[in-house]
């Protein structure tokens, strides 16, 4: 197999995994929300419900968007939106004071952080034709 034609299904292979664990992660938004909407009041979150649902709603588009190659300036950039702005606010480790729930919460802003980094990349290169992409 050609060097391009394994890069190519390497990039794709990624964009799945990438795109779809963010749109599972905005969708189940929608299938927790009771349990999601307490966490974000509990935060601070502004209009706790309605920002339940929007997120979820950017999570699943721009998962989608990386996923299917449709639209991927506009799918990163709505990804990085969301990680940028609930990252800090969700995951704000340094302001808990019990030791295991502070683990977690730098846990999961690390991991927040780490796929901010893989969204800039794919916006970085989001002005190209990208292999296997969908055309509409």
């Known amino acids: 197999m050609a060097v391009e034609t394994t890069s190519a299904l390497a990039f794709l292979a990624g964009?799945?995994?990438?795109?779809?664990?963010?749109a599972f992660m905005g969708?189940?938004?929608?299938?927790?929300a009771?349990?999601?909407?307490?966490y974000a009041e509990m935060k601070g979150a502004p209009?706790?419900?309605?920002?339940?649902?929007?997120?979820?709603a950017l999570l699943v588009a721009?998962?989608?968007?990386v996923v299917l190659g449709v639209a991927p300036l506009v799918?990163?950039?709505?990804?990085?939106?969301?990680?940028?702005?609930?990252t800090p606010l969700m995951h704000?480790?340094?302001?808990?004071?019990?030791?295991?729930?502070?683990?977690?919460?730098m846990t999961d802003f690390l991991k927040n952080a780490a796929l901010v980094g893989g969204a800039l990349?794919?916006?970085?290169?989001?002005?190209?034709?990208?292999?296997?992409?969908?055309a509409l």
């Open 75 to 86: 799918g990163s950039a709505a990804l990085i939106a969301f990680l940028v702005f609930a």
């Open 47 to 56: 209009a706790p419900r309605l920002s339940v649902y929007a997120s979820g």
């Open 27 to 32: 969708l189940n938004h929608f299938l927790q």
């Open 92 to 105: 704000d480790f340094w302001s808990v004071e019990d030791p295991e729930q502070q683990q977690q919460e």
């Open 62 to 65: 721009g998962g989608v968007s």
């Open 121 to 134: 990349v794919l916006l970085a290169i989001s002005g190209g034709s990208w292999p296997f992409a969908l």
């Open 34 to 38: 009771d349990q999601m909407t307490g």
């Open 15 to 22: 964009r799945v995994l990438f795109g779809g664990v963010l």
